[in-house]
């Protein structure tokens, strides 16, 4: 059973515009999510997070909305570059601060074209 | 600085036979993560070291599965009797204190044949 849902497998977006990425999750215990963004042959690396006490993170062109009452949170990239192309996984845990795993959704992977 | 390094990054064995993936995670990171990816999956989590606590196994999908951490620093995942299935990237993670983000490296793809 999928806790972290990434129901798009990919997104193709126009250089400039915006890129929304969406993740679902069911586990309501679950009270920090991470975006990781990983490029071909090598391993994801930590772009954004939230706490369950917020709901919006910015950081630069990226912007993390998180919905708890409708278990959504969806990352946006502002305005998107062909660098940006990537797969993105969305990840979350309970009880951050105890070093609990993180559950990782199956990946979105965007397309920036130029 | 230098990042989390797995060794080897590709790895092509035999079904049945016995599978040794190597992590060295960032010096002074307390926390190391074991993670597979399976061909369009997400991550997996496998095991989690935490200093000298006892490892979270709940993760390893089998008893051929087994992973170690000697002196705190380097880890070795285990895979004996290697099946099909066990193909993945398997990613190794290390964060600084528990609660920061992780750190990963590039992964080792094992192909068993």
């Known amino acids: 059973d999928q806790q972290v849902k990434q129901n798009s497998p990919s997104l193709s977006v126009q250089e400039g515009r915006i890129s929304i990425l969406n993740c679902d999750y069911t586990n309501s215990m679950f009270d920090y999510f991470l975006w990781y963004k990983k490029y071909p042959a090598e391993g994801p690396t930590f772009l954004i997070s939230i706490s369950s006490i917020k709901d919006k993170n910015e950081d630069g062109r990226f912007t993390v909305f998180l919905n708890k009452s409708a278990k959504h949170l969806s990352l946006h990239i502002v305005p998107s570059q062909p660098g940006d192309s990537a797969v993105y996984f969305c990840?979350?845990?309970?009880?951050?601060?105890?070093?609990?795993?993180?559950?990782f959704g199956a990946g979105t992977i965007l397309r920036v074209k130029s | 600085g230098a990042g989390v390094s797995q060794s080897p990054s590709n790895k092509v064995t035999e079904k049945g036979k016995d599978v040794e993936l190597r992590c060295d995670p960032i010096?002074?990171?307390?926390?190391l993560y074991w993670y597979r990816q399976s061909l369009g999956q997400g991550l997996e989590f496998l095991i989690y070291?935490?200093?000298?606590?006892?490892?979270?196994k709940s993760g390893l999908p089998s008893d051929r599965f087994s992973a170690e951490r000697t002196g705190g620093s380097v880890s070795t995942l285990t895979i004996q009797r290697t099946q099909q299935e066990d193909s993945a990237v398997y990613l190794c993670?290390?964060?600084?204190?528990?609660?920061?983000?992780?750190?990963f490296g590039n992964g080792t793809r094992l192909t068993v044949t």
């Open positions: 010096s002074g990171h307390t926390a």
């Open positions: 993670a290390s964060s600084l204190v528990t609660g920061s983000p992780l750190h």
């Open positions: 070291f935490q200093g000298n606590s006892a490892p979270d």
């Open positions: 990840a979350a845990t309970e009880k951050m601060e105890y070093g609990n795993k993180l559950v």
